[in-house]
């Protein structure tokens, strides 16, 4: 049985015994960004599509060679989709889902360029990469890996990272606390 209650999906497993539910963090913002991919691509693929049959040129290759761009672009466009759950995080891609323990991982790193990511490894060679601004957009993602980030540390697995997550949940508790303050009219 699935309920949806705002940024969370709570499942109930009627096998688990003494387990009503399980919750589930998600990104509450990928709907939107799929739809953006989509329209994007759908955008691009008609304004290509229509400028040739204002030409007079359209037939059924150039229709769909700009049908496979269109494709393209929304290919290249489509977000990961971010879910947690008790000492796991998974990334779901165009492709496949990636996922790792949280309270078994070795290495947290940010990697910088064009698009910053957040880069977890786990004890068992499973590795994600996501754009950190999902965590600070969804506080139950965030609260989710956190307390795996814990756990590993308390273990003594986790020995790279402590920079970058200190960032991370430094800018992520201001954001929120100004959030807080703007909502209650301090700022």
């Given at each position: 049985m699935r309920a949806r209650h705002g940024g969370y999906v709570r499942r109930t497993h009627a096998g688990e015994p003494g387990a009503p539910g399980r919750v589930l963090?998600?990104?509450?913002?990928?709907?939107?960004?799929?739809?953006?991919?989509?329209?994007?691509?759908?955008?691009?693929?008609?304004?290509?599509?229509?400028?040739?049959?204002?030409?007079?040129?359209?037939?059924?290759?150039?229709?769909?060679?700009?049908?496979?761009?269109?494709?393209?672009?929304?290919?290249?466009?489509?977000?990961?989709?971010?879910?947690?759950?008790?000492?796991?995080?998974?990334?779901?891609?165009?492709?496949?889902?990636?996922r790792v323990r949280t309270d078994l991982l070795t290495r947290v790193r940010r990697s910088d360029g064009m698009s910053p990511r957040l880069v977890l490894r786990d004890v068992g060679g499973n590795r994600v990469e996501f754009d950190p601004k999902v965590l600070a957009a969804n506080p139950l993602l965030w609260h989710r890996l956190d307390t795996g980030v814990r756990r590993a540390r308390e273990s003594g697995l986790l020995r790279e990272g402590a920079m970058p997550l200190g960032a991370l949940a430094d800018r992520i508790d201001g954001d929120g606390a100004r959030t807080l303050l703007r909502s209650a009219g301090l700022e």
């Open positions: 963090a998600r990104d509450r913002g990928w709907r939107r960004e799929a739809r953006s991919a989509w329209l994007c691509g759908l955008g691009l693929g008609g304004a290509l599509l229509l400028a040739d049959v204002a030409r007079g040129s359209v037939n059924w290759p150039r229709g769909g060679c700009w049908a496979v761009i269109g494709v393209t672009l929304v290919a290249v466009l489509w977000p990961a989709r971010v879910t947690a759950g008790e000492n796991w995080l998974a990334v779901r891609g165009l492709l496949r889902e990636r």
